[in-house]
Nanobody, 120 residues
């Protein structure tokens, strides 16, 4: 099994910054893609950013130039640096990782979610 622990959410004013973290632990052999998703009230969950094992990143158009995804492979951790935050960024943010475990199986795991609220 793989466990994910997220941290870093909170309340921030428009224009402010936050950094989210998501640490993976368990029977991990290697981690492939690491993702951030978000879900606002009344809306479907949407992809925010992804970083692949080789470091290639992709972002949703709505966050390009404002958010940066990164990973620390030694710590099995993915980060989301969010800057120039807008009220429309308010959502619960989830990490999702694709892992190969020590038994050779590929597992997808979700974090518990962390609330980000952008408001004055």
């Amino acid at each position: 099994q793989v466990q994910l622990v997220e941290s870093g959410g909170g309340l921030v004013q428009p224009g402010g910054s936050l950094r989210l973290s998501c640490a993976a632990s368990g029977s991990i052999f290697s981690i492939n893609a690491m993702n951030w998703y978000r879900q606002a009230p009344g809306k479907e969950r949407e992809s925010v950013a992804v970083i692949r094992s080789g470091g290639i990143t992709n972002y949703a158009d709505s966050v390009k130039g404002r958010f940066t995804i990164s990973r620390d492979n030694a710590k099995n951790t993915v980060y989301l640096q969010m800057s120039s935050l807008k009220p429309e960024d308010t959502a619960v943010y989830f990490c999702y990782v694709n892992v190969r475990d020590i038994f050779g199986s590929t597992i997808g795991s979700w974090g518990q979610g962390t609330q980000v609220t952008v408001s004055s």
